[in-house]
């Protein structure tokens, strides 16, 4: 007997080694890919009712992944969006459908989607003399909707809200200019074809990085054997071109760019422009940029004292800093020290992406806002509670992880600013998809654009879409521009956001 059960019991054991012999190449190379299962993706299939422009408005909310593939057909990325549809449409050639996103990069859809284009949009104060404070928040239908003229699809790119890589895939192939254009494309195209809706008018809204994004996605759509042309662009606090949105020392067009918004602020705080509407006041500031200002700057210290003397008066005159302190600038104030500087008798610091916001900062010395910047901060809580409150209440999403708002600690130092494969020659330089824009109108000449900003914003400034939209190849008789009282986010401002709304109604409809 113990016998057989010793060759029994190495027979067990002979078996168990050629198994295991077998099965450490399988987990050898699941190791090396760290490959997790695929899950299914998840979908959210809700109906609801609201009244927007005036009309009651049936529509399907989908909030759901939509799966990337590569070229083998696996599965490779997760892009989340959520899909607002009329229902009961006869004819789905007459109705548009405008794809949405924010920028960042790194950024999630989530504020054009609750503080402006959503079905329910999250209350703060209008006037940015509040902070949002802690919970509870208002949120509320939102009566500047837009569902009665268009679908809206918001999109939250890779690494963003509830996208990310699955499977094989790898964030570098999705974090980057062209990288993150390709992959929107590609999900716009399933989209359009999923939902059967290559006949519709097709539009794409962006804000911010979301401007640069948008033109990057418009002409990578004129590719790839899919050819699918826009029928337009709405871009809210466009970035088309870097060098006129990047406040550091040396460049020149930056000091030009962002002259004219510093003077708004400088109005909006009574510092400049005293007895003056806002708009004569910027006139003024832009002839004096564009006549005056440049041809200084231009010349640089050939200046004699007396000339930059004049010049230092005139700024002062415009943007409410001390003339002695414009002097020690050499003309030239950067906008983190224009934050703290022009309510420094206050000892408060104003926001970058909307001026009108303004922090109580310990360190009052600083070159730039050290706390952050605080038309960030003073909305960041209510903007991602509404989210999640709307999720879950109206839209039954049930997610296994949380909802990213943003995402720049993680694509910070790992984003693509390259253009040109490795290996091909490239010198570092501004981004710049102005040229893009304006080779994709001559292209698709029924493509229209709607450009938008805010006068107290200082991250994309009203004056560099002027800059933009005067060169680069781009057809100005198919571009409108409209400029509003807020900032970054336009529609943070009640009455402006009732005026951002008409103008794109009138956009989609003319």
């Known amino acids: 007997m113990m016998k057989n059960f010793k060759n029994a019991n190495a027979i067990t054991n002979s ?104 079905p329910k949009t999250i209350v703060v104060d209008s006037d940015a003399k509040k ?17 009665d003229l268009t679908d809206l699809v918001f999109i939250d790119p890779v690494g963003t809200g509830y996208s990310r890589v699955v499977g094989k895939g790898k964030v570098e192939d999705y974090w980057g200019l062209n990288e993150d254009a390709s992959s929107i494309a590609k999900f716009m195209r399933q989209w ?8 519709s008018p097709k539009y794409i ?10 033109v990057a996605v418009a002409n990578t759509l004129e590719g790839d054997g899919q050819e699918m042309a826009l029928n337009g662009l709405i871009l809210i606090s466009q970035a088309l ?18 002259l004219p918004s510093m003077a708004a602020n400088a109005w909006y705080f009574k510092k ?46 415009f943007i409410g800093l001390d003339k002695d302190y414009i002097l020690k600038s050499n003309l030239m104030v950067l906008v983190g020290r224009f934050q703290k500087q022009l309510l420094a008798d206050k000892n408060l610091a104003i926001g970058r992406l909307d001026g009108r916001y303004t922090g109580d900062e310990s360190d009052d010395i600083s070159d ?43 694509l910070d130092g790992k984003w693509r600013w390259k253009t040109v494969p490795d290996g091909s020659y490239w ?39 002027e800059y933009t939209f005067s060169r680069n190849g781009i057809v100005g008789e198919r571009v409108t521009k409209k400029y509003y009282e807020s900032g970054h986010m336009i529609y943070l401002h009640e009455p402006d956001m009732l005026k951002l709304s008409n103008d794109i109604r009138a956009f989609l409809t003319k």
Not at 131 to 147: F, M, T, W
Not at 305 to 314: P, S, Y
Not at 369 to 398: C, M, Q, S, W
Request: glycine residues 8%; hydrophobic residues 35%; contains cysteine.
């Open 368 to 410: 730039f806002p050290h706390l952050g910047d605080p038309a960030d901060y003073r909305i960041g809580a209510a903007f991602t509670a509404a989210l999640n409150v709307y999720y879950a209440t109206d839209l039954k999403v049930e997610m296994d992880r949380p909802y990213l708002t943003s995402n720049n600690d993680g």
């Open 427 to 465: 010198e570092p330089s501004y981004v710049n998809v102005a040229r893009q824009l304006g080779e994709t109108m001559r292209r698709n000449t029924d493509m229209k654009v709607f450009v938008v900003a805010g006068y107290f914003d200082l991250i994309c400034p009203f004056f560099d879409t």
């Open 192 to 199: 359009i074809t999923e939902n059967k809706r290559w006949f």
């Open 131 to 147: 902070d949002d404070g802690a919970a509870p928040y208002n949120l509320n239908p939102n009566k500047y909707g837009l569902l």
């Open 272 to 317: 400049a422009g005293l007895g003056k509407e806002l708009k004569p006041f910027l006139d003024e500031c832009m002839a004096f940029t564009y006549d005056t200002y440049a041809p200084a700057l231009y010349r640089g210290n050939l200046l004699s004292q007396a000339e930059k003397n004049a010049i230092a008066q005139k700024l002062s005159y």
């Open 15 to 118: 078996i168990f080694l050629l198994l295991l012999v077998l099965t450490l190449p399988v987990l050898s190379q699941n190791e090396k890919d760290n490959v997790k299962p695929i899950p299914k993706p998840m979908s959210f299939i809700t109906k609801h009712q609201g009244n927007f422009g005036g009309k009651t408005i049936a529509y399907k909310a989908s909030a759901q992944e939509t799966y990337l593939k590569d070229k083998d057909g696996e599965p490779v990325a997760s892009i989340w969006s959520v899909a607002y549809t009329q229902e009961g449409l006869s004819d789905s050639t007459i109705r548009p459908v405008t794809f949405v996103f924010n920028g960042g990069p790194g950024s999630a859809s989530i504020y054009l989607q609750m503080g402006f284009l959503g």
């Open 241 to 258: 071109d870097y060098e006129g949105s990047t406040s550091v020392n040396d460049n020149i067009t930056s000091y030009l760019t962002y």
């Open 205 to 214: 809204a962006g804000e911010s990085f979301g401007t640069t994004r948008a």
